[in-house]
């Protein structure tokens, strides 16, 4: 087989016989992967062992959607890396059937609830050329992933009308009179249907899923990642060939977001580009359109071509990698940074000849403190010189726009009323059309100083709370029902508070191929008002077969729970599982500890004696009534490290240990075991 036939396996149009003839723009260009269906002289004898290890068997029968099993399944740079290959899903859109290929690159070691990094391929490359590049440091570095984090590679080379990943560049008309336009097409479709495919296949957690891409790849991670701030945690995208698919997607000016479209909160944004790549131009309106519309994005920039070596890049910028976008979650609110003091002087449009390199948000760092119902904290500070070693000069202070964006719990309706501290500064403000909180010209060092906002009346909050307890770490109070659609399938029922929201998906996803999970995330103590809504709950959405409960933090206050009355009511909740949902095995959950606010190392002395106290009366009674216990309470008493410090929650790695232990005692439950990742 020669070169011309593999040529002939990835048909393409004319205009891009020479994929690299577009980079021309650029005056520098580093590292480079063979491709051997671009020429005759691709050195074959190299390249051959690729091929034969992804190419998909031609004894394989058509391929639908989802695919079924891998076509092929090698280990390739110490990783174990399967190739699928599928057809079309109706609802993409596509004119005609059509056959594509992907890559999963497994992490090193296997892991519960592991990340997903997702790349999309240059006009150079192809899939299985993208996945050979990470052979080697220094070739395309974008496109590796690290080690602890499942890698997808998709494909938009070989089928004609997926090209430039359904955007479009100036350089092309056709491209731009096919694709321009808010809807999305069907590669895009097909995209995001791929890494949702992929989340639940390999029980990715999904609130860590980047995308990545270069040149031509980058272009596409901007136009379809920041359409799915749904999808994607963080974006990021090296020397993007354009902006026009970014532009055209997220209706940016002179177009407006028609009222009919609502596009989530984007993912945060990172871009890189030089100005004396040719594909860079437009950046300046890039920019203004994401400080316009709000928008999270870190830029930087310099006089490094059309380049993808990142050592050789940080020769010129280096700044590029500083920013650590794989640790932010998309179940987490962040920070929107505009108008900043420190930004560098843009070198577009007027000033390409520049050798200057330069930055925006460069500096920004935080840390959510809280995101309750009536109030939410942020910690704001500039990375410090002691955690930043940099060419450029580090600011000891800047002054910006704050705007907050994928709040998960505080939420303001359009136009409310909010009053806001920082520091010593105090100020109020009022919520846009679209409830979206903008506080101008804050001053930030590097001394973390915590933003605090909060409703002006109880009438501006969209979802308030009864009292500083009932605020929930996620989407408020609410039954969460999974979808049902194979009945033999065990179902479980999730009880708790704001303990459970931390927790939840963890356990819906070790469980997605084992059980339906349901949770109910409620802010109710022993009451025989409680007890009513139980008995109304299983009533319609049972039955269960497993229900793992708990109940305990929110009985604390004086007044709610009548003296003496704790063991009988807590036995008559008992009592109403066991009668509504009599064939399903139960587990109860002691309450975790409560710490000391602003010092977890220490245990709340007023409130702690209450929950150690309902702890041993509720073990008394699930006893006696042949309920074994999942004690989160011993789990995280001697891991208060891991508590927020507002005395009741905590962390995600502390939220990962409770997740871990109840999909262990589910299981026992269930009588089952953790599945294969393989198929």
Known sequence: MGCSQLRNDFPDPVWREDPEKFFRGSQTVFGDCSVPWISETCGMHKSLPLALLFLVSPLVEAAEWPPGEPSSSKIFNARKTETFRHGVNPEWGYAVAQEDAFVVMHPKTSLENAPLYVVLHSAGHDVFSCVNCTKTVGNHDIYRSPDDHYALYLDCRKNRNDWWWGGMHRRDKGLTQRNSGGDTVPVEKRVIDTVRWAIKRYRIDPNRVYLSGNSMGGSGTLGIGMRHGDVFAAIKANVPAGVEHVSERLFFPPKSVPEKVSLPDPPICINYSAQNDGWSIGHDRFLDAMEGRNYALFFYWGAFGHANNSASIKTVNDLIDSFDWLRVRKDEAYPVFTKASTNSKLPWPDDLKSREAG??????????????????????????????????????????????????????????????????TRGEGQADARGLITIPGLKISDTPTVLRVVPESQKGAATPGPDARHQVEGRGWRLDKARVTDPTRPRVLLIGDSILSGYRMRVVGALQRTAYVDAWVNPHWQSENTNRLLADLLEKNGPYDVVHFNMGLHGWTEGRIKEGTFRSLTGAYVAVLKAKVPGAKLIWASSTPVTAKGDPSRLEAEINPIIVEHNRMAAEVMQEAGVPVSDFYTLLLNRRELAKGDRFHWTGPAYRLLGEKVVASIRRALGSSPPSTSP
């Open 359 to 424: 930055q925006v948000n460069a500096f920004f760092r935080w840390k959510i403190v809280g995101d309750a119902a009536r109030k939410l904290e942020i910690s704001l500070f500039l990375v410090s010189p002691g955690d930043l070693k940099t060419q450029f000069r580090i600011p000891a202070e800047a002054r910006a726009d704050v705007s907050v964006r994928r709040l998960q719990n505080f939420r303001l309706k359009a136009g409310a009323s909010f009053q806001w501290q920082f520091g010593e």
